[in-house]
């Protein structure tokens, strides 16, 4: 054992420098996780706007979806590799078309949380469904699970009066 790593030789405030090396380093993986998954959804949402694009060549509505994206699904596999399969690219067709603009994507959900996101057709439960998986800090698994089971509070189905704390138009039974 050499002097440097004797116990005497360590100082007091040592493990004060190993815990901040090692929360730095925690806070960098953070960090890079969400540089990445950033990126990926901002490529995911670019194709899946050249997808559209490309599909609707200037018309509002697009046809022959599903053979444009199995020959794409064929050719992109066989130049890039894996993460192109047909249904890969419908749901990044998907994510294009429920957000229009790229920045409404929230860099702290996961692509995972926007394919669960992307199959809610009601733009209203969709927004939700986002922002209680915000809110809660819901991983992929609860949110599935929340949209499975509807325990949604619909906020268009009860508009509360302020004064009176109860729905409008409830009925109010007195006593005579």
Known sequence: MDAATTPSAVQPDYPQLVERIAETHRQ????????????????????????????????????????????????????????FSRNNLSQMRMLYVRYPICQTLSDKLSWSHYVELIKVDDPLERSFYEKQTLREGWNVRELRRRRKCGRRQPARRHHLDPRKERPVGEIRHVRP
């Open 28 to 83: 960098g993986r953070v960090r890079i996780y969400q540089a990445i998954n950033t990126t990926m959804l901002e490529t995911h949402w670019k194709i899946g706007q050249y997808v559209v694009e490309f599909e609707q060549r200037g018309q509002s509505k697009a046809g022959h979806g599903e053979q444009l994206l199995k020959r794409l699904s064929h050719d992109l596999t066989r130049l890039l590799g894996k993460g």
